[in-house]
């Protein structure tokens, strides 16, 4: 089982859309938890953290539930320009190794 | 540009030849990270640095790999008899652990081509 799963997609959109991804991850003792966002051949670049109490950041929600080890990102509104790969990200300590998930091709379409 | 900084951008060699990868993190930032993607699938880590010490190495880091931090500032990623399968982009990330804070930024990669 891969230490981070999440769905496969590609999720094809039109603008306005809400769009949501998930992703769940196999070590129970993980601390910490992100959204990174890549862009077709460019770096990945931290999108938000994730806290358990959820946290917002404009059009962008996300949502931890430690008990079912599940990880999720909302998207309201979708622009032309929400358009990239959204991978979800653990990590067991601060500092330590980053574990990325396969990411989540997201595609919005005027 | 006072971002994460990668050399070469692009590398094309021969099976069997030797590369070597090099990158400069942000100023001041403790931490250093190897990763290689591949076509499809996120990051997968390599190996981090603290300072010049290397903290930890994942298994997909061969002994045919090595990094190295001497003095704490840049590193270099050496891939000794390069093989097909590590054609890949290999990125490196920097983090200032030490104010807290656990948010990686990341280089623009060097891409591996390995014919």
């Known amino acids: 089982r891969k230490e981070v799963e999440q769905d496969p997609g590609p999720f094809n959109v039109p603008e306005g859309a809400t769009v949501a991804f998930n992703c769940t991850y196999s070590?129970?003792?993980?601390?910490?938890f992100f959204w990174y966002r890549q862009d077709c051949r460019k770096e990945p670049k931290l999108l938000m953290s994730?806290?358990?109490s959820g946290n917002e950041d404009g059009r962008f929600t996300a949502q931890l539930n430690r008990a079912s080890q599940y990880i999720s990102l909302l998207i309201r509104d979708s622009k032309l320009s929400d358009s990239a790969t959204y991978l979800c990200?653990?990590?067991?300590?601060?500092?330590?190794?980053?574990?990325f998930g396969k990411g989540t091709t997201l595609s919005v379409s005027s | 540009d006072t971002g994460v900084s990668q050399n070469p951008r692009h590398k094309i060699t021969k099976r069997g030849q030797n590369v070597t990868f090099r990158c400069d993190p942000i100023s001041e930032h403790n931490r250093l990270y190897w990763y290689r993607q591949t076509l499809g699938q996120g990051p997968e880590f390599l190996t981090y640095?603290?300072?010049?010490?290397?903290?930890?190495k994942s298994r997909l880091l061969s002994d045919r790999f090595s990094a190295e931090r001497p003095k704490g500032s840049f590193s270099t990623l050496e891939i000794q008899r390069t093989e097909q399968g590590d054609s890949a982009m290999y990125l490196c990330?920097?983090?200032?652990?030490?104010?807290?804070?656990?948010?990686?930024?990341f280089g623009q990669g060097t891409r591996l081509t390995v014919v």
């Open positions: 990330a920097s983090s200032p652990w030490d104010r807290g804070s656990t948010e990686a930024f």
């Open positions: 640095f603290q300072n010049e010490a290397q903290l930890e």
């Open positions: 990200v653990v990590n067991m300590e601060a500092g330590t190794a980053l574990i």
């Open positions: 070590n129970s003792a993980s601390q910490s």
């Open positions: 994730v806290y358990s």
